[in-house]
């Protein structure tokens, strides 16, 4: 297996070849980890085939987050329960969305990690991420069929909700502000409300 490759700057020689980034499999990537070459606390996701550092958690963020999955927790339909920062197993990415909705119990996923047809709604909390969470992350959990994807946008003070994925893009894009309240929609249906107010620091 090929090792990892650390580029951090061009060539200054003009003459040089472009640098090549390396992708990763997936397999290739939890090889890393299971070689302790990766690990937990170091801060790295794989998206599309790239090792890519995670931002930082400041308060407000972690704030943030606690809040939604306390609220979520309380009004999730059986067979329903969330993850909070853990990994959903896809082709060539295997993101760490800050709060996943799934399907099943916990004890399911006791050797893996969920897959995209066991999520139901995946929550990203942004503030230094906005512009990879709008972009790449947008792309991979439209491409795999998340059928639910927020933004929970601390910079402006709202909740963009992303819904019909449709190949790299979602067709549907609700803003919902501070007075409002969001709908938690799963298979197609809305279980609660929350009131944007609450989820945000």
């Known amino acids: 297996m090929p090792e990892p490759m650390l580029l951090d700057a061009p060539p200054v020689d003009s003459d040089s070849q472009p640098l090549k980034l390396m992708k990763w499999t997936v397999e290739q990537y939890h090889d890393l980890i299971d070689r ?19 931002m930082g958690i400041n308060p407000p963020h972690s704030l943030s987050v606690g809040l939604t999955n306390d609220a979520l927790q309380r009004l999730l339909p059986q067979n329903w329960f969330t993850k909070v920062q ?80 449709t190949g790299d893009l979602y067709r549907l894009r609700h803003l919902y502000t501070e007075a409002d309240a969001v709908p938690v929609t799963l298979d197609g249906a809305e279980v609660g409300l929350l009131t944007v107010r609450d989820l945000l620091p």
């Open 36 to 54: 302790g070459m990766i690990a937990e606390d170091d801060g790295i996701e794989l998206l599309e085939g790239l090792l890519v550092e995670k």
């Open 86 to 165: 853990d990994a959903f197993s896809l082709v060539d990415s295997e993101p760490e969305p800050d709060i996943l909705v799934i399907r099943g119990n916990r004890r399911d996923f006791g050797d893996r990690h969920p897959s995209p047809a066991e999520v139901g709604l995946v929550i990203e909390v942004s503030n230094t991420s906005l512009l990879q969470d709008r972009g790449i992350k947008h792309r991979i959990y439209a491409r795999v069929g998340v059928p639910v994807y927020w933004i929970i946008n601390l910079i402006d003070r709202q909740i963009e909700v992303h819904s019909q994925p």
